[in-house]
């Protein structure tokens, strides 16, 4: 118990001193695994890390989500993120709070009546209800 009471603080520590003033340094990488997790190329302009009481909190600013013709589907001036410390339990990321600021949505209908929504496609079946296919 001790050895994993050490270990969280050590980690806690590297988070606030050695991480969170440098993330932004690891921006490319971020936004590749975004960009895998979407399953469209997405663009980060920069990040930003500070803590909220307790907790890492990350800012995102000049995000883009890209459609499958590269062209721009969604950006979002600045996305605000506070971390919950339950994405250590699973490994996952969970947000305590989440943020969206200006967000610009690309909506179009193609030739074939398809319509696509931030890259993603949205095609009516026989009922009432919308098909969801991502763009890729």
Known sequence: MLAAGIAFVAMVIGLRYVVLPNINDYREEIAQAISRAAGQRVSIGA?????????????????????????QALSLRRVETVLSWLSLLDAGVRFDTLEI????????????????????????????????????
């Not at 990040?47 to 062209?71: A, H, K, M």
């Not at 209908?109 to 209800?129: C, K, M, P, S, Y």
Request: with cysteine.
């Open 47 to 71: 990040i930003t890390g500070s803590w909220q009481g307790y907790r890492p909190e990350l800012s995102f600013q000049d995000v883009r989500v890209f459609d499958s013709r590269n062209q």
């Open 101 to 136: 600021v200006e967000p610009e949505l690309d909506v179009r209908r193609d030739a074939a009546g398809v319509l696509w929504i931030a890259g993603i496609t949205f095609e009516r079946n026989q009922g009432a209800t919308a098909d969801l296919r991502t763009g890729c």
